[in-house]
């Protein structure tokens, strides 16, 4: 697939930055007493593009085969990154935790 590139955990230039993507919360809304108080989590995916980044509820199939797009961090997955991709996503607004 385009866009993916090799598994991020095969790459010897990591050094010590993770990345997960962001995560909301959905509340049931006509669930009645018991489950109005549930929260579900979710995540989002983080595409991107060059030096920039996008947040999508979900990355749709032609995402994936776009070859303008270099990396889809899909949600709910931990991925180990370098020091200069911790940078960007820092200066884009996300919050990559060193390890």
Avoid: N
Avoid at 9 to 19: A, T
């Amino acid at each position: 697939m385009v866009g993916c590139g090799p598994h991020p955990w095969d790459r010897e230039d990591i050094v010590g930055y993770v990345f997960t993507p962001p995560g909301y919360e959905l509340k049931p809304v006509l669930a009645g007493p018991l489950l109005s108080r549930y929260r579900f989590p979710y995540a989002y995916s983080v595409i991107k593009r060059g030096a920039s980044y996008e947040s999508v509820v979900t990355p749709s199939i032609e995402q994936f085969t776009d070859p303008d797009i270099d990396f889809i961090y899909q949600g709910g997955h931990v991925y180990p990154i370098t020091d200069e991709e911790a940078a960007l996503l820092i200066a884009a607004g996300y919050t990559p935790t060193q390890e």
